[in-house]
């Protein structure tokens, strides 16, 4: 599609064999692409919702039916397929849920606006009539909605019972809920008369093996890593945590030393050294009153 400059000559401005679509046309087309975006998680709403198996350039396989997932896995090139596609983002940024009803609303949304269209009203007029209705859906949802605390344990469990009710894991959630929200009121806290939950202070360790239900809270620090010696305990309560920024070990130096050894108790003398560096190391942690040390190496 050639633009014209000043001075006469024909500027490109998309690539040759570019199509340009405009009108009624490009709004079939834009649609078109957008419900077919909502199509594919359609069936994986609601109690009765179906998992997809996805399979990515690399061959590994993911079994989900949640829209986010499932959206962010596909590739995508339309612009208004894309723009599908950034809804489910929004969404799942700010409430973490609700992926799919909002894709497959917009969807539903599109494929009136369509007909609309076919009945020569002005995509203008749809607009606001989308937004007007809009606004109308949250007064009523004002109107019929009841006010819980933050904190509030019993209602807190139906909500996290009912994200998990078309989850693989559905026949377990009542006991994920509850560890799900005994995690979220642990780091619950109110700043400055704001409620604040930082869900980076939980994290969720997976190990094979077991069944769901060995699944447990731990209000404390879990550390992935083997303990250097089998008799140290393997669970701290009350822990006093000493953070080194530095090996336990003997620093090597820079220069290129060598020592001559002639006899095998010089060889004694220079391990007792450098067992008696480490265990000056240690009174110096133990004095502190520390009972788990993290390190380096």
Sequence with gaps: MPAVTTSGQPVLILKEG???????????NNITAAKLVAEIVRTSLGPRGMD????????????TNDGATILKE???????AKAMVEIAKATDN?????????????????????ELIDKDVHPTVIV????????????????????????DKKWLLKVAKTSMATKLVSSESEYLASLVVDGLLSVYEEVDGKIKVDIDNVTVQKKAGGSTKDSVLI????????????????RI??????????????EKTELDAKININNPEQIKMFLDEENRMLKAMVDKIKETGANVVVCQK
């Design 52 to 63: 997809k198996m996805l399979v990515d350039s690399l061959g590994d396989v993911t079994i």
């Design 18 to 28: 570019s199509t340009q679509t405009r009108g009624r046309e490009a709004q079939r």
């Design 74 to 80: 596909i590739d995508v090139q339309h612009p208004a």
């Design 94 to 114: 700010e409430v973490g849920d609700g992926t799919t009803s909002a894709v497959v609303l917009a969807g539903a949304l599109l494929e009136k606006a369509e």
């Design 128 to 151: 606001d009539g989308y937004k007007k209705a809009a606004e109308k859906a949250k007064e009523i949802l004002d109107a019929i909605s009841i006010k819980v605390k933050p904190t």
């Design 219 to 234: 209000k404390g620090i879990v550390l992935d890593k083997e303990v250097v010696h089998s008799g140290m305990p393997k």
């Design 237 to 250: 309560q009350d822990a006093k945590i000493a953070l080194l920024n530095c090996p336990l070990e003997i």
